[in-house]
């Protein structure tokens, strides 16, 4: 009987004798069956492996992503605001992943209710319509409590349109952090 073969994209250090171990240089995922029996791979929602029709046996461990700097380029104004600018983009991403953009359309006569439901960034932004009577409401919510706003929102509104944002930069926080 063989060992079994195990490709990882990580140096490995030693023999391991329970296990033939190989480094991969991309495509891991796509190594088994030919070439491996088992892979260790960094994967963020799992669909290229379940593509592969792979089956994750245990989770290694939990990563994070970090933005890491030097004291001294931090000393320097010019670097210290381009690391900002470059760590308020970062953060804009990920916030994103976690909200959604809607806009609607709302008669006056519910625009009160509406507001008392509607959680925004700040506030939401309304504007008048041409139609007398008529409001436009835009606002950024949490994914999370999107389906608790729909029988509002149902209700209510009328026409809405939900995006999904491409960043969403905490400039407050980021702009206090910066000081």
Known sequence: RLEPKVVTPWWTKG???KAVIYLSFG????KPPEDADAIVEVTE???????????????I????AR???????LDDPWK??????????LKGVVEAR???HIFLNVREKDLQKLLKSLPALKKPTISPLSEKGWFAVNTVVSKSEMLGLLPTLRRVAQGLVVHAPEQVLPLDEINKGSG
């Open 80 to 89: 210290r605001e381009k690391i900002i600018d470059l760590m308020a983009g």
């Open 27 to 30: 495509a891991t995922e796509a």
């Open 15 to 17: 023999k391991n004798s």
């Open 45 to 59: 929602t799992g669909s290229s492996l379940e593509q592969n029709n792979l089956k994750v046996m245990d989770e």
């Open 67 to 73: 933005l890491v700097t030097n004291s001294q380029a």
């Open 61 to 64: 461990t939990v990563s994070s």
């Open 98 to 100: 976690k909200k959604v």
